[in-house]
């Protein structure tokens, strides 16, 4: 079993997107499910409604997973698991206030050492922690040997005990927190591989040391994916600006990766990925060479399809659309292109009386199946010549003077001269 653990507290982001396009490949390459655990523990930095929008980018991107999960309904299991910890004196009641725990830090900072709990709490007896009445939190104790765990992109770590830390499981509102709560959740979801950013190296030996005190032995494999430089690019936005999902998954996968082909597909991809071949420092995400992609894609998508992302259900709409992929890259541009054509025209600049007896022409005008055939028609009826004809004739018809062959564009625009020319 295989997670992709989101939290609701911030839009999706590429590097999120990321880790989620992974665990996907995997999880089919391995013949495992994969379930998406929201990690809303944190309540109130919660937004709402975040979580119905994650699932619905990752609908969006066809990720497949067996099951959604939120972390927060496992709250009454976290609880009695720490108890069990206490019980077993494995995790002690820790009465040291925040004001207490900053002037900790802030000494061992001024003496250029590593910060870790002094323990003054590990030592107190059951009566002295009965007879105290001040709020407290629960913190693991630190480990006596050191967490040594394999990463499959990044090699060997070893983590001494003072590092990992006797840190806080339950806070004062006995509500769990991250480390503690996700390495329960990975225990008792049966996870088998976990693939997330490197920002959680320490975070893994923390919760190894977690379920190792609970006796927990199945292996778990890591990797940690190597940072984007500007990770934080929201997906919402990316897909607002008009590229597609198909196209930033193929990126992302591309991103630091050595692969057969330039352009494909998520279920392409599942064939050839390994997880272990991709750059193991970190990459950069470049905008220009996303749309060089999505540039791709497009000019490969089925034309009606195409045409119905523009709002259309024809796909002389949709060839038209990659005619401007001669100037474009996104769905947004190519929208803003057909948006001119069918945007109402007042005049033309430098032809201002030509636009209005072209216009006046074109309004009385039979059907045309050929451009040139209606250009000869415009000039014998308005008895205008060259760029006096053509120039007022073309901006009417696209909205613009400059731009890919009017003959084309023509050919694929022709059923909708009511609509232009109004």
């Given at each position: 079993?295989?997670?992709?653990?989101?939290?609701?507290?911030?839009?999706?982001?590429?590097?999120?997107?990321?880790?989620?396009?992974?665990?996907?490949?995997?999880?089919?390459?391995?013949?495992?499910?994969?379930?998406?655990?929201?990690?809303?523990?944190?309540?109130?930095?919660?937004?709402?409604?975040?979580?119905?929008?994650?699932?619905?980018?990752?609908?969006?991107?066809?990720?497949?997973?067996?099951s959604i999960a939120h972390q927060s309904d496992s709250l009454k299991y976290h609880q009695k698991i720490a108890l069990q910890l206490?019980?077993?004196?494995?995790?002690?009641?820790?009465?040291?206030?925040?004001?207490?725990?900053?002037?900790?830090?802030?000494?061992?900072?001024?003496?250029?050492?590593?910060?870790?709990?002094?323990?003054?709490?590990?030592?107190?007896?059951?009566?002295?922690?009965?007879?105290?009445?001040?709020?407290?939190?629960?913190?693991?104790?630190?480990?006596?040997?050191?967490?040594?765990?394999?990463?499959?992109?990044?090699?060997?770590?070893?983590?001494?005990?003072?590092?990992?830390?006797?840190?806080?499981?339950?806070?004062?509102?006995?509500?769990?927190?991250?480390?503690?709560?996700?390495?329960i959740d990975d225990m008792i979801m049966d996870i088998s591989m976990v693939i997330r950013n490197e920002n959680h190296i320490l975070?893994?030996?923390?919760?190894?040391?977690?379920?190792?005190?609970?006796?927990?032995?199945?292996?778990?494999?890591?990797?940690?994916?190597?940072?984007?430089?500007?990770?934080?690019?929201?997906?919402?936005?990316?897909?607002?600006?008009?590229?597609?999902?198909?196209?930033?998954?193929?990126?992302?996968?591309?991103?630091?990766?050595?692969?057969?082909?330039?352009?494909?597909?998520?279920?392409?991809?599942?064939?050839?990925?390994?997880?272990?071949?991709?750059?193991?420092?970190?990459?950069?995400?470049?905008?220009?060479?996303?749309?060089?992609?999505?540039?791709?894609?497009?000019?490969?998508?089925?034309?009606?399809?195409?045409?119905?992302?523009?709002?259309?259900?024809?796909?002389?709409?949709?060839?038209?659309?990659?005619?401007?992929?001669?100037?474009?890259s996104t769905i947004k541009e190519i929208k803003e292109k057909i948006a001119l054509i069918f945007s109402s025209k007042t005049t033309?600049?430098?032809?201002?009386?030509?636009?209005?007896?072209?216009?006046?022409?074109?309004?009385?005008?039979?059907?045309?199946?050929?451009?040139?055939?209606?250009?000869?028609?415009?000039?014998?009826?308005?008895?205008?010549?060259?760029?006096?004809?053509?120039?007022?004739?073309?901006?009417?018809?696209?909205?613009?003077?400059?731009?890919?062959?009017?003959?084309?564009?023509?050919?694929?625009?022709?059923?909708?001269?009511?609509?232009?020319?109004?």
């Open positions: 079993m295989l997670r992709f653990a989101p939290s609701p507290i911030e839009d999706m982001n590429i590097g999120n997107l990321r880790v989620a396009i992974f665990n996907y490949i995997v999880s089919k390459q391995l013949n495992e499910d994969l379930v998406i655990r929201i990690e809303d523990i944190d309540m109130e930095k919660n937004i709402e409604g975040k979580d119905k929008e994650i699932i619905e980018i990752l609908n969006l991107f066809s990720i497949e997973y067996k206490m019980s077993q004196k494995k995790a002690f009641a820790c009465f040291c206030s925040d004001d207490k725990l900053e002037e900790l830090k802030q000494e061992a900072q001024a003496k250029g050492n590593f910060f870790a709990y002094d323990g003054f709490c590990e030592t107190l007896s059951d009566e002295t922690v009965l007879n105290t009445n001040a709020p407290f939190t629960v913190r693991i104790k630190k480990p006596d040997e050191n967490i040594k765990f394999t990463d499959l992109l990044k090699g060997k770590f070893d983590y001494a005990p003072l590092e990992v830390d006797s840190f806080v499981i339950l806070n004062q509102g006995k509500k769990p927190t991250y480390n503690y709560a996700c390495a975070n893994t030996a923390k919760q190894i040391h977690v379920r190792n005190s609970l006796g927990y032995t199945k292996e778990i494999k890591y990797v940690h994916l190597p940072s984007i430089s500007n990770e934080t690019i929201s997906v919402k936005s990316l897909i607002d600006e008009g590229f597609l999902p198909s196209a930033i998954a193929n990126y992302l996968v591309l991103l630091g990766n050595e692969t057969p082909t330039e352009v494909f597909t998520l279920e392409e991809a599942i064939s050839w990925f390994n997880i272990e071949n991709i750059s193991k420092t970190p990459v950069s995400f470049d905008v220009d060479k996303l749309r060089l992609i999505n540039k791709k894609h497009l000019e490969t998508i089925d034309d009606m399809r195409l045409s119905k992302i523009l709002g259309f259900a024809d796909s002389d709409i949709g060839k038209l659309g990659k005619i401007f992929l001669e100037e474009v033309c600049k430098g032809f201002e009386e030509e636009f209005t007896k072209v216009k006046e022409c074109l309004q009385k005008a039979p059907f045309f199946d050929n451009f040139e055939e209606l250009k000869i028609y415009i000039e014998k009826e308005t008895n205008l010549k060259d760029k006096n004809s053509f120039e007022p004739l073309k901006y009417i018809l696209t909205g613009t003077n400059t731009g890919p062959n009017i003959s084309n564009i023509y050919a694929l625009i022709k059923n909708y001269l009511g609509e232009i020319v109004r």
